[in-house]
């Protein structure tokens, strides 16, 4: 019985994790989504001017920890591959 209260709750902070993990960001595919409505609408209509404009995803602490290490996974194997050669 305590084994399936243990399941069971987890099961909830996961689902509740999910949850808090939505949308909060706009990630590239929203921005891409948002960008062509916005041309869409704006090619429709007679005598238009459109100006374009570039979205880009605003960098939070995760991308900013990704692309650390990124560039740490990349110098390692720089550094391997400069050792084999």
């Known amino acids: ?39 869409e609408n704006e090619i429709v209509t007679p005598d238009n001017n459109y100006q374009s404009s570039q979205l880009v995803p605003n960098d939070n602490i995760v991308n900013k920890a990704a692309k650390k290490f990124e560039k740490i996974i990349d ?9 084999l050669s």
């Open 1 to 39: 019985m305590k084994k399936i209260f243990v399941l069971i709750i987890i099961f909830f902070m996961f689902l509740f994790g999910l949850t808090i993990g939505g949308s909060f960001n706009k990630g590239a595919s929203q921005l891409f989504e948002e960008s062509k409505e916005e041309f």
């Open 75 to 83: 110098k390692v194997i720089d550094k391997i591959f400069s050792f």
